[in-house]
Structure formats: structure tokens, C-alpha cells
């Protein structure tokens, strides 16, 4: 049953709910339910800074005590780490940016934050991930530890405020392209030397 179960839904995940490959969606602000979930783990979490950029001594756009959390938590799983290592640089960006930043900017980060993800769980859900439903917490843990001050949640809400009732929807072939992307980054990330040849390759 539980097997099924996971495979119902990849098919809804490939055909339907996968928000940039599914085909036709709309991307409402107010759909936040997720807030109720960082108001525990903003109370839970320790490690916090007053300042909303906080530490980042080697400057590569993630912050140091969420960079530990990272390694600690996809040491072991490169294409995740590399994902939530962008997907953290993206947070970083969206919630420093200064006030009089344009809406388009805040669409911009968005959807490239919204790829990462879907990325991320198109590739879970298309090798039948034994255990998708702890993969899925493992992510709203990680918007937590990069949310986990009062000012840097509500900093996060606001932009999702700012964002409109619905996006533009990307034409049949963007989408394609997204799909592509996200599997030659996988590809690069599991079988570096085999993508290395195959870009020398179609250099020549």
C-alpha cells in the first residue's frame, strides 16, 4: 500500500503538482500555512543573531551557522547540499533586499527559489524516495533554521506579500527547460567526470 502510495504521487507530482512542470498554476501570497510551523521552530531554535544578515566570515552568500547546518544535515548528499546551499543564497538575498526593491526583483527571487525546490523534489519523487515524507520535513526544518529570528521571518513575509496574486506562467518550453536544467545539474553533481566530457565534448 505504502509503495502505491509513493507512486500516486509521482504521477500527480509529474502530470500536476509540481508547481514550474506540471503545466498550468497559480501562485497565490496568501497561501501560507508554513507560518504556523516557524512560529514553533523560530521559539525552538538557539542559535540566533539580532542582526538579520548574520555571520558569513568565508563571504560566499550563506550564512555560517546555516552552512553547518547543511554539512551536518546533506554532508552526505551532494545534490541536496548543492540545492539547499543555493536555496540558502536565495533566502539571503530576499530577505536583505533594501526596501525600495522593485516587485519584478522579488518575483525574480522567488520563482529561482521555487526551481531549487522543485528541483529538488522532482529528482526525490522520480527515484522513489523510501522515505519522502521525512524528506519533505527536511525541508521546512531548513526554511526554519534560515528563518530563525522574529525579524527574519517577517522580513520573509513581507516579500511574500509583495509578490502578486498570480505569476506569469512560463510557455510549454520554458518549463522543458527548467525540467532539463534541474536533470543535467543532478547529473553533473552524481557524475562530475562524465559531464566534464560531455561539455568538453560539445565545446568541439
Not at 502510495?5 to 498550468?24: E, H, M, N, R
Not at 531554535?45 to 551557522?65: H, L, Q, S, W
Not at 520535513?137 to 506579500?161: P, Q, S
Not at 509583495?162 to 518550453?173: A, C, G, H, Q, W
Request: hydrophobic fraction near 35%; aromatic fraction near 10%; include cysteine.
Amino acid at each position: 500500500m505504502y509503495f502505491m502510495k509513493q507512486i500516486a504521487l509521482f504521477a500527480l507530482l509529474s502530470f500536476a503538482l509540481i508547481p514550474l512542470w506540471g503545466g498550468a498554476r497559480e501562485y497565490t501570497a496568501r497561501n501560507m500555512q508554513w507560518v504556523n510551523d516557524f512560529e514553533t521552530l523560530v521559539r525552538l531554535d538557539t542559535r540566533k543573531t539580532d542582526v538579520v544578515a548574520g555571520e558569513d566570515i568565508n563571504d560566499n552568500g550563506v550564512r555560517d551557522d546555516v552552512e553547518s547546518y547543511i554539512e551536518m544535515k546533506f554532508g552526505n548528499d551532494p545534490f541536496q547540499k548543492e540545492i539547499f546551499m543555493e536555496a540558502a543564497r536565495k533566502i539571503q538575498q530576499i530577505i536583505t533586499l533594501p526596501e525600495e526593491s522593485s516587485v519584478e526583483e522579488h518575483i525574480r527571487l522567488d520563482r529561482e527559489l521555487l526551481e531549487l525546490y522543485t528541483c529538488r523534489d522532482y529528482i526525490l519523487y522520480r527515484d522513489e524516495e523510501k522515505e519522502i515524507d521525512r524528506q519533505m520535513m527536511n525541508k521546512t526544518l531548513f526554511k526554519a533554521r534560515v528563518l530563525n529570528t522574529r525579524e527574519r521571518l517577517d522580513r520573509y513575509i513581507a516579500h511574500k506579500k509583495r509578490l502578486p496574486f498570480t505569476y506569469s506562467e512560463l510557455t510549454d518550453s520554458q518549463l522543458q527547460r527548467e525540467k532539463q536544467l534541474c536533470l543535467q545539474r543532478y547529473e553533473a553533481i552524481k557524475n562530475p567526470d562524465i559531464a566534464k566530457n560531455r561539455q568538453v565534448h560539445n565545446l568541439h
